[in-house]
């Protein structure tokens, strides 16, 4: 074996287990964030005098698991594909700045400029993720190879 084979297989080795190391992360956090959710749903449940606070803290909690599922399948895709797949990091990203604008929504503090500012930056995102779908490299190889 080469040297640069030897170092190239280390480096595999190390983002595998970096990622492992990773997944298991957000894997604790999404357990921790689901039980804080709990935690927050019987204070809404069995609350005497009705607050919106504990609504509004169960919704940003829901908020927040749907971003860690998506960062959490986005690093599960490295091991299927050893990439991380650009949609997947779209996705999450999508996720995140459809999150602030709900909650911004929610709270009622969103202005013209930031609603402009999210507008462009979902649209940025959308073409993004679409472009990443048309030009996948595993549709390229697909096609070269039916070429053939």
Do not use: C, W
Request: net charge positive; glycine share 2%.
């Amino acid at each position: 074996m080469k040297f640069e084979e030897i170092f190239e297989n280390a480096i595999k080795v190390m983002m595998r287990i970096i990622l492992y190391l990773l997944a298991s992360i957000v894997m604790l956090i999404i357990i921790f964030q689901l039980g804080k959710l709990v935690l927050n749903l019987k204070d809404i449940l069995f609350e005497l005098v009705k607050t919106n606070e504990s609504s509004k803290k169960a919704i940003v909690s829901v908020l927040n698991l749907f971003i860690l599922i998506e960062f959490f399948r986005g690093i599960l895709s490295y091991f299927e594909f050893d990439r991380l797949k650009l949609s997947y990091i779209t996705d999450a990203a999508l996720v995140f700045v459809i999150r602030e604008i709900m909650i911004a929504l929610f709270y009622k503090h969103i202005d013209l400029n930031m609603s402009i500012a999210y507008s462009i930056i979902i649209l940025s995102l959308a073409t993004l993720r679409t472009l990443s779908i048309i030009y996948t490299p595993d549709k390229e190889k697909i096609e070269k190879d039916f070429k053939k």
